[in-house]
């Protein structure tokens, strides 16, 4: 049982836009920054959103994060098959002094 | 540019112990945080440890803590990750991570290692 929880899987059609979303509590995102990775099969998480909705250099603006509250979402427009993979969200737990984790979504571009 | 290797996985007996290292290049290695981070097989993402730029504050999940040992080198630019009494629960891959502070509270992972895989068999 992770700490934040996200869907387990979306789905949308190419082109289309889908939505992730990323629900915790005081102690983690309603007092932190979120960040969000994406993992490709078979590879390495990588950093696709920084402080709640901040792109690192070389992320397409098609990714966009967004906070309100205790819940994070990652939108994710134009959808293409490359882009399926398994998303997850972070933040600091100041109540366990721990990084934690969504337990991971995985997106199907139909 | 920045680089992280992770190494030192393999197979392991239950009970027993492993060190693994992460090799640090491309950045001044003592300026920032750092992490390990693992994923069981088919499972997602668990955080693992963290130690400060400087080695002075290091925090681990509960399912490690006095068994698992963050410690870095700066003089090497190596991190490592000390595991005593390993049992099937730590089968996983294990990734460093660099965070993009200094003290691993409050920001997040920039870059990755590719991951070293650990299996405990019982």
């Known amino acids: 049982q992770s700490v934040l929880t996200q869907p387990p899987s979306v789905s949308a059609a190419p082109g289309q836009r889908v939505t992730i979303s990323c629900s915790g509590s005081s102690s983690n995102i309603g007092n932190n920054f979120v960040s969000w990775y994406q993992q490709l099969p078979g590879t390495a998480p990588k950093l696709l959103i920084s402080?709640?909705?901040k792109r690192p250099s070389g992320i397409p603006d098609r990714f966009s994060g967004s906070k309100s509250g205790t819940s994070a979402t990652l939108g994710i427009s134009g959808l293409q098959t490359g882009d399926e993979a398994d998303y997850y969200c972070?933040?600091?737990?100041?109540?366990?002094?721990?990084?934690?984790f969504g337990g991971g979504t995985k997106l199907t571009v139909l | 540019q920045v680089q992280l290797v992770d190494s030192g996985g393999g197979v392991v007996q239950s009970g027993r112990s492993l060190r693994l290292s992460c090799a640090a290049s491309g950045f001044t290695f003592s300026s920032y945080a750092m992490h390990w981070v693992r994923q069981a097989p088919g499972k997602g993402l668990e955080w693992v440890a963290l130690?400060?730029?400087?080695?002075?504050?290091?925090y681990y999940t509960d399912s490690v803590k006095g068994r698992f040992t963050i410690s870095r080198d700066s003089s090497r630019n190596t991190l490592s990750l000390q595991m005593n009494s390993l049992g099937p629960e730590d089968t996983a891959v294990y990734y460093c991570a660099r965070d993009q502070g200094a003290w691993g509270y409050g920001y997040y992972f920039d870059y990755w290692g590719q991951g070293t895989l650990v299996t405990v068999s019982s």
């Open positions: 972070g933040t600091w737990d100041r109540s366990l002094s721990s990084w934690v």
């Open positions: 402080d709640n909705n």
């Open positions: 130690i400060s730029h400087d080695g002075s504050n290091k």
